[in-house]
C-alpha cells in the first residue's frame, strides 16, 4: 500500500503532500502535533503488516518499542474504512481492560469510522463469553436444559472463599493445606488431561497435584464436584474457556456460525494467550477464520496461567501463520536493548532507535539490607543528574515481597480478611486517582459482601461480588450508603489506631447503616500477630521509608514506556527460581529460558533513557569478582552504596 492510499483512506487527503503543515486533510491536527506526516513516518516493516492481506494468518513478531499498538491502529483503521460487509467483521482482542481503551483510541484517531457493529473490539474474554458461551453453552454445561431453564453463566473467581462454596466441595480431603475443595478451586487443563488446582500457590498446587495423581478415587469426586458445579450454573473463568471449546469441537454448526461472523481475529500481546484459548482459535481457523497473532512471546510472563510459548509457537507453526518482524525499537537506546536481548539469549538483531542522552545508560547499584532507603535516594539522584523526570520513571519489583521491604512494610499472605478490605478502603480514598477509585470502590464491595451476606451466592469481582438475591440498583445503594457513613466518621478515618481499636470503631460505624440492619454483621477476625499494629503501617511505607518514585510489579509495568528504571532484587535468593532475585535474571542453562528471564526481559525493555538495577551485596556473602564480571559483560557500571 502507498502513502498515497494512507492519505486517500484515513487522511481524507488526495494527492502528494510534501510538507505536513501544509495538509489540510482529517490528520492534519494530529499529525501537526506529532510534529510529523503520520503516513510518512512508519516504516517499511511496519508498513508490510498494514499492507497485508487481511484474509491471511499472520505472526506479526514485534520487539518492545516497536510501535505495534500504532501499526494496528492503522491497519484496524484502514480494514474498518474498506469493510464492505454488513453481517460479518472483524475482531480485535486484547486481555485488560485498558488495552481494550488504548486500541479503540488508536483505531479512532485514523478512521472516521466508529469502532462498533459489525466489528468488535475487546478483552478475549469478554468476546468469548457474548459471542460463544453465553448463547449457547447452556447445550453441554447444564445438563441438556436446550433453554428450557434458567442458562446464564455465573462466574465464580478462583480464589473466591464464601460460604455459598461449602455446598459444592469435593467429599475427599486434598491434604493438610486443602482440606476439602471447591469446584471454583480447580480446572481441567486440557493440555495435560488432568484438573490442576487455580492460582500461583506453589504449595497448593504441589499438595493437589499429589494427591491427584496418587489416588484415583479422587478424580471422579473431581468430576462430580465440578459437574454439580456447572450444573448449578456457575463456572470458572478457566471452566469457561475449557467448555467452549469443548462446545465448537461437538457443535462444528456453532463453529461455523461464529467463523462466518468474525472471519478475521486479531489478537494483540499474543503471549498471553492460554492453551485453551490457543484450541478455540484453531478450531474457529479450521472453519475459515483468518487469525492474526501480534506479539512478543519473549514476554509471556504469566506461567502461574500454564501460560508456555512452545504452545503458541506450536499453533504458529501448525497453523501455518505467515511470520512478519518488526525489528526496530523506538522506545529505547541501543545500550539498554542489547542489554535486554542479551538476557533473553536472543540472536536478534534489534536496532534501538532512541537516542543516547545519558551518560550512564546502565547502572547497578549494590545495597545493604538497611541502605534500601539509600538506594532509592542514591537512584533519585542520578536522575536528577541527568535531568530525568521522577515521575516518568518507576522502580519496578518481581513481586509484593520486594515492595514491601522498599516500603519499609511487613508482608501479609495473600489470604482476603474483611476487615483489612475495609481499611484499605478508606486507605485508598485517601488518594484521589482514578485507578485507587476503582480499586477502593471492589474492595468496599467485597468487604461488604462478606460482612453482611456471606452465605448467599454472589456475583465475581467484575460485576462488585452482587449477591444474587439483590438488583443492581439495590446493590450499588447500599455500597454507597456504607461509603458515606465509613468517609464521615472521624473514628473510621484515623487510620494510627491498631487494629483492635479500629475494628471497635468500624463495628460501631456499620451498625448504624439503615440499609442493611436486617443482616447480622461478620466482620471476623484480625489478622494473627497484627492486634496492636497501627493500620496505616498495613498499607503505607510513610513510617519507616519515604518513596518519591512510584513502584510497580512488573505484571502491572507491563506495556508502560518509562524515561527511566530502577529494577529491584529481592535480599536473599528463594530456593525456587521465582525471578526475584538478580541471579534468576542472568543465570542460563542447557534448559533454556526461564520464566525469570522474561521476567526481567520486561522490566528491561520498560525503560526508555536510563536502567538500574538494585543488586543486593550482604557483608555475609558479598559479590564475587565472577559476579560483578557478569554484570560489566551485560554493560552495567557497578556503583557501592557507602556505608554511613
Not at 476439602?180 to 488432568?194: D, E, L, R, S, V
Not at 474492595?443 to 438488583?471: C, D, G, T, W
Not at 509495568?557 to 532475585?581: E, I, P, R
Amino acid at each position: 500500500m502507498s502513502i498515497d492510499i494512507f492519505r486517500k483512506l484515513l487522511c481524507k487527503k488526495s494527492g502528494e503532500i510534501s510538507n505536513f503543515l501544509e495538509c489540510n486533510g482529517r490528520l492534519c491536527g494530529k499529525c501537526r502535533h506529532d510534529g510529523y506526516c503520520n503516513a510518512s513516518h512508519l516504516s517499511e516493516k511496519q508498513y508490510a503488516y498494514i499492507d497485508a492481506d487481511i484474509y491471511s494468518s499472520i505472526y506479526l513478531n514485534a520487539c518492545p518499542g516497536s510501535g505495534k499498538t500504532e501499526v494496528l491502529g492503522v491497519k484496524c483503521a484502514l480494514e474498518f474504512e474498506r469493510w464492505s460487509v454488513s453481517n460479518s467483521g472483524i475482531a480485535v482482542l486484547t486481555f485488560t481492560n485498558s488495552a481494550e481503551e488504548e486500541m479503540r483510541s488508536r483505531i479512532l484517531l485514523y478512521s472516521s469510522k466508529s469502532v462498533s457493529y459489525p466489528h468488535y473490539v475487546g478483552t478475549f474474554t469478554s468476546w468469548l463469553h457474548g459471542y460463544i458461551a453465553n448463547p449457547f453453552l447452556y447445550k453441554i454445561a447444564h445438563n441438556g436444559c436446550d433453554g428450557k431453564e434458567d442458562t446464564s453463566l455465573r462466574i465464580v473467581d478462583s480464589d473466591c472463599g464464601s460460604e455459598f462454596l461449602n455446598a459444592f466441595k469435593t467429599k475427599y480431603s486434598y491434604g493438610q493445606q486443602l482440606n476439602n475443595i471447591p469446584g471454583n478451586a480447580y480446572h481441567w487443563n486440557i493440555k495435560t488431561q488432568k484438573f490442576i488446582f487455580s492460582g500461583n500457590d506453589r504449595r497448593a498446587v504441589s499438595e493437589f497435584d499429589s494427591a491427584y495423581s496418587l489416588r484415583n478415587y479422587m478424580k471422579e469426586d473431581l468430576y462430580k464436584t465440578k459437574e454439580k458445579f456447572w450444573k448449578s450454573g456457575f463456572f470458572t473463568y478457566e471452566d469457561v474457556d475449557y467448555l467452549a471449546y469443548r462446545l465448537l469441537l461437538i457443535y462444528s454448526d456453532i463453529a461455523d456460525l461464529i467463523s462466518k461472523r468474525f472471519p478475521v481475529v486479531i489478537v494483540d500481546e499474543c503471549q498471553d494467550l492460554s492453551y485453551a484459548q490457543l484450541r478455540i482459535l484453531e478450531v474457529l481457523h479450521q472453519h475459515g477464520t483468518a487469525i492474526h497473532l501480534i506479539g512478543d512471546l519473549n514476554q509471556a510472563i504469566y506461567e502461574f496461567r500454564q501460560i508456555d510459548i512452545n504452545n503458541t509457537l506450536e499453533f504458529i507453526s501448525n497453523n501455518r501463520l505467515s511470520e512478519m518482524i518488526l525489528d526496530e525499537n523506538y522506545r529505547s537506546n541501543q545500550k539498554i536493548v542489547d542489554a535486554s536481548i542479551k538476557i533473553i539469549q536472543s540472536e536478534s538483531l534489534i536496532v534501538g532507535k532512541r537516542e543516547l542522552i545519558v551518560s550512564r545508560p546502565l547502572i547497578a547499584i549494590l545495597y545493604k539490607k538497611k541502605q534500601v532507603q539509600e538506594l532509592v535516594n542514591y537512584y533519585s539522584n542520578i536522575l536528577n543528574e541527568e535531568g530525568l523526570m521522577l515521575n516518568e520513571s518507576r522502580i519496578i519489583v518481581r513481586n509484593n515481597s520486594v515492595k514491601n521491604m522498599i516500603l519499609g512494610k511487613k508482608t501479609t499472605t495473600g489470604t482476603i480478611n474483611t476487615i483489612e478490605d475495609f481499611a484499605h478502603f478508606v486507605y485508598l480514598r485517601k488518594n484521589n486517582s482514578l485507578e485507587c477509585f476503582q480499586e477502593s470502590t471492589r474492595l468496599l464491595a467485597r468487604a461488604i459482601q462478606r460482612a453482611f451476606f456471606a452465605n448467599e451466592v454472589h456475583s465475581n469481582s467484575n460485576n462488585l461480588y452482587k449477591p444474587e438475591s439483590l438488583e443492581n440498583s439495590e446493590w450499588n445503594a447500599i455500597i454507597v450508603s456504607v461509603q458515606k457513613k465509613l468517609l464521615a466518621d472521624s473514628a473510621v478515618s484515623d487510620l494510627n489506631k491498631t487494629w483492635l481499636a479500629w475494628k471497635k470503631a468500624l463495628a460501631s460505624c456499620l451498625k448504624n447503616i439503615d440499609v442493611i440492619l436486617s443482616h447480622t454483621i461478620e466482620l471476623k477476625s484480625i489478622r494473627s500477630g497484627m492486634t496492636n499494629e497501627r493500620v496505616i503501617d498495613t498499607f503505607s511505607g510513610s513510617s519507616d521509608h519515604d518513596i518519591s518514585i512510584n513502584i510497580e510489579t512488573i505484571h502491572g509495568c507491563k506495556g508502560m514506556s518509562l524515561d527511566s528504571v530502577l529494577f529491584v532484587s529481592s535480599y536473599t535468593k528463594s530456593t525456587s527460581s521465582s525471578g526475584a532475585h538478580w541471579r534468576d535474571w542472568f543465570q542460563h542453562s542447557e534448559a533454556g529460558l526461564s520464566e525469570a528471564h522474561r521476567l526481567a526481559y520486561v522490566a528491561f525493555s520498560r525503560a526508555k533513557h536510563l536502567l538500574a538495577l538494585g543488586i543486593p551485596n550482604p557483608p555475609s556473602a558479598p559479590l564475587s569478582e565472577a559476579d560483578k564480571q557478569i554484570l560489566t559483560d551485560y554493560g552495567f557500571e557497578i556503583i557501592e552504596i557507602p556505608e554511613g
